[in-house]
Nanobody, 119 residues
């Protein structure tokens, strides 16, 4: 299994920046890729960004430019930097990891960290 714990959320003014962290532990050698999703009140969870084991990154088209995903060399920490925050970025941000399982890929989730952007 893979355990994920997010941190770094909080209340930020519009135009500011924030860096979220996700501490990963467990069977990290099984991880295929890791990513960030977010869920605003009353909305479905949406994809933000992901990074493969090889380091390739992928972003939601609508969020390119303000969001940057990165990680440390051993995949124990995943980051999401958000610049020029907007009130519509208010959401719970979740870290995810897709990993090899005995019967196919498994997806693990953290508990989420709240980001609130004031106008």
């Amino acid at each position: 299994q893979v355990q994920l714990v997010e941190s770094g959320g909080g209340l930020v003014q519009a135009g500011g920046s924030l860096r979220l962290s996700c501490a990963a532990s467990g069977r990290l050698f099984t991880v295929i890729d890791m990513g960030w999703y977010r869920q605003a009140p009353g909305e479905q969870r949406e994809f933000v960004a992901a990074q493969t084991r090889d380091g390739n990154t992928n972003y939601a088209d609508s969020l390119k430019g303000r969001f940057t995903i990165s990680r440390n060399y051993d995949m124990t920490t995943l980051y999401l930097e958000i610049n020029y925050l907007k009130p519509e970025d208010t959401a719970v941000y979740y870290c995810s990891a897709r990993a090899h399982g005995e019967r196919g890929p498994l997806t693990y989730w953290g508990q989420g960290t709240q980001v609130t952007v004031s106008s």
